[in-house]
Antibody, heavy 117, light 110 residues
Framework: QVTLRESGPALVKPTQTLTLTCTFSGFSLYTSGMCVTWIRQPPGKALEWLARIDWDDDKYYSTSLRTRLTISKDTSRNQVVLTMTNMDPMDTATYYC?????????WGHGTTVTVSS | QSALTQPASVSGSPGQSITISCTGTSSDVGGYNYVSWYQQNPGKAPKLMIYDVSNRPSGVSNRFSGSKSGNTASLTISGLQAEDEADYYCSSYTSSSTLVFGGGTKLTVL
């Protein structure tokens, strides 16, 4: 069974850096073709794709957020970390980690992050 | 990458069929057979309903079907049921090797 779980702070202050961790099971980033993706959803709004890291350490970022995002992996610990710098109240959202490249087949439950002073 | 275009809302009566469209460009929907559809209930994570344009994951009702023509993909739900009421999102792989989502469609079962 494939599962993913997001963890990180529920509240961050404006200008701070957000660090989110995705811990997954049921698959491995040692396996060719596997990848982990981050997606967010502001309250009442649509899904927004953020970043993806592949088994071979290739990384892809949203064009609009590229300068603020960094994605990395710890393959041995089955973890993927997303950092987002210079947080703004507009970044308040539920952040999901998920598996998939051409689409997303398994989603985590999501973690809600509020940006407020 | 601009979001894919979906109608904000659709509605139908139980037993009817509805179709939700998802329009992109030749750099995403039109260029790849990698359109997916997701169902999202309030407060829950999205659930994959259709992948690779028209394939259903195991456990998804065959009342859900997908298709694509040119730069527009479609999700059809037949035999509408009250439990189908939810938000629906499409996604497409893009020429930048990323994913782009649609703006979402709220389905109301009358």
């Amino acid at each position: 069974q494939v599962t993913l779980r997001e963890s990180g702070p529920a509240l961050v202050k404006p200008t701070q850096t957000l660090t989110l961790t995705c811990t997954f099971s049921g698959f491995s980033l040692y396996t060719s073709g596997m990848c982990v993706t981050w997606i967010r959803q502001p309250p009442g709004k649509a899904l927004e794709w953020l970043a993806r890291i592949d088994w071979d350490d290739d990384k892809y970022y949203s064009t609009s957020l590229r300068t603020r995002l960094t994605i990395s992996k710890d393959t041995s610990r089955n973890q993927v970390v997303l950092t987002m710098t210079n947080m703004d109240p507009m970044d308040t959202a539920t952040y999901y980690c998920a598996r998939g490249r051409h689409g997303v087949d398994v989603w985590g439950h999501g973690t809600t992050v509020t940006v407020s002073s | 990458q601009s979001a894919l275009t979906q109608p904000a809302s659709v509605s139908g009566s139980p037993g009817q069929s509805i179709t939700i469209s998802c329009t992109g460009t030749s750099s995403d929907v039109g260029g790849y057979n990698y359109v997916s559809w997701y169902q999202q209930n309030p407060g829950k994570a999205p659930k994959l309903m259709i992948y690779d344009v028209s394939n259903r994951p195991s456990g998804v009702s065959n009342r859900f079907s997908g298709s694509k023509s040119g730069n527009t993909a479609s999700l059809t739900i037949s035999g509408l049921q009250a439990e189908d009421e939810a938000d629906y999102y499409c996604s497409s792989y893009t020429s930048s090797s990323t994913l782009v989502f649609g703006g979402g469609t709220k389905l109301t079962v009358l």
